[in-house]
């Protein structure tokens, strides 16, 4: 059998526990959720050591394997903190934070729920069930990830009719497969384990070294386009995929056009590290690790939601992406990284620090307008407008190659289209 069948399997399984769990068990049937966590895991777990052994293609690797570990993830926010049931067509619990703990799941809710459990046929519960496993952002829903891009920035409100739709997406898709063939074969993958070598890593401590370690013109200008370029095709890669996605969904019936707004916010959105990742880039895996990242952060170390302080809400965040961090580490191994080389955690985390630094200048500098009680001038406004994207190129510049330049040290060319 195709070894690449073996791992959609693999996929297939978890998608199908998911399903079924969310679709046929009850909220207080707790510990058969908890059970299901066990086959998630499994799954994860030798689809990784599969792809390491079995499949040679390291985009193929890179996909699956991100999937697979991140099934685990949205089943532990789906199934046992959201707890997620057919009954209530919602979430039913408030650990993962997407539901007020008092706003549902009252005596009257449940005694309706329970009816229409009892008659529901099997095909609408496994329906249901599959359609919280797919999920991530839960577009057009109360339970929507905050901040999603809309369809028409200036009519956040407007919905394409389902032609324009697909004429839309159809066209990226034709455009991004050509860019990416384009460009699969520039640069000699013979270079990149000089090019992309760990000892290139360091910035800043390099900066003085007049040695031969120590940093060029040159490396300067690789380093950055090499982390942008990183950059733009992970944009590239996943918008066709999902673009890809949307066509067939849309096409066949299975969803509506507004369950598919865009995956990536404007580019204008990226002025800052916060920004760039909280309102620009995808918010595919948001919902799953913020679940998880809640549930530690307000039931295990208490801190107080309501409080609003500080410390809780940059402990949330910090969590988050720590557990993004666990998520991009293990999608690493699939690719043949050491668990020791992979640099996501490092680096996700840092992203976190980023922020923090973010905020407090912008307290700083908002607490010295006020203090002189003047407007922005012209010159202001118009550094104001360039410092943002600026420092997000030079923190991603620093911050990323701590990651990235594992996998580049390991390209050897493979293109990502392979036609």
């Not at 992970?234 to 299975?254: E, G, N, P």
């Not at 107080?304 to 965040?317: I, P």
Request: with cysteine; hydrophobic share 45%.
């Amino acid at each position: 059998m195709n070894h690449t069948i073996i791992s959609l399997a693999l996929i297939f399984f978890q998608l199908t526990t998911t399903a079924l769990v969310v679709g046929f068990t009850s909220r207080e049937h707790l510990f058969l959720r908890a059970i299901g966590s066990v086959p998630q895991g499994f799954s994860a777990y030798h689809q990784i050591v599969f792809l390491c052994s079995h499949i040679s293609n390291p985009v193929n690797r890179a996909f699956l394997g991100a999937a697979s570990v991140f099934l685990v993830i949205l089943y532990v926010d789906a199934a046992i903190l959201s707890r997620w049931t057919f009954a209530s067509q919602s979430p039913t619990s408030s650990l993962g934070g997407l539901i007020p703990p008092t706003t549902r799941d009252t005596p009257k809710t449940q005694n309706n729920a329970t009816t229409a459990e009892t008659s529901a046929s099997f095909l609408r519960k496994l329906s249901f069930g599959f359609l919280i496993a797919l999920q991530s952002r839960f577009p057009a829903t109360p339970w929507a990830v905050p901040r999603l891009p809309p369809f028409h920035k200036a009519d956040p409100k407007h919905t394409p009719t389902k032609s324009a739709f697909l004429l839309k997406n159809t066209t990226k898709c034709l455009v991004y497969l050509l860019l990416l063939r384009a460009t699969s074969g520039l640069g000699n993958p013979d270079d990149n384990p000089v090019v992309f070598a760990s000892d290139r890593i360091p910035l800043f401590s390099r900066l003085g070294d007049k040695g031969p370690g120590g940093i060029t013109l040159s490396e300067i200008g690789t380093r950055v386009g090499a982390v942008m370029g990183y950059w733009a095709i992970q944009y590239a890669v996943i918008d066709l995929l999902y673009s890809l996605l949307a066509v067939v969904a849309v096409s066949l019936h299975l969803t509506d056009v507004k369950g598919w707004v865009p995956v990536f916010g404007s580019v204008s959105d990226a002025r800052g590290v916060r920004l760039f990742w909280g309102q620009f880039y995808h918010q595919l895996v948001r919902q799953g690790c913020s679940s998880i990242a809640h549930y530690i952060t307000y039931f295990i170390l208490r801190f107080r939601k309501d409080s609003g302080s500080l410390a809780a809400r940059y402990v949330f965040m910090t969590l988050v992406f720590a557990v993004s961090g666990v998520f991009h580490t293990l999608s690493d191994v699939s690719q043949g990284i050491p668990l020791g080389e992979s640099g996501a955690m490092r680096f996700f985390v840092l992203q976190a620090i980023g922020i923090m630094l973010e905020d407090g200048f912008q307290a700083i500098v908002s607490r010295r307008r006020q203090s002189g009680h003047h407007g922005r001038g012209k010159l202001e406004r118009v550094l104001g407008s360039v410092s943002g994207p600026v420092w997000l190129v030079t923190w991603l510049t620093w911050t990323s190659p701590g990651w990235i330049y594992m996998s580049l040290q390991r390209d050897r060319g493979v293109p990502i289209i392979p036609f």
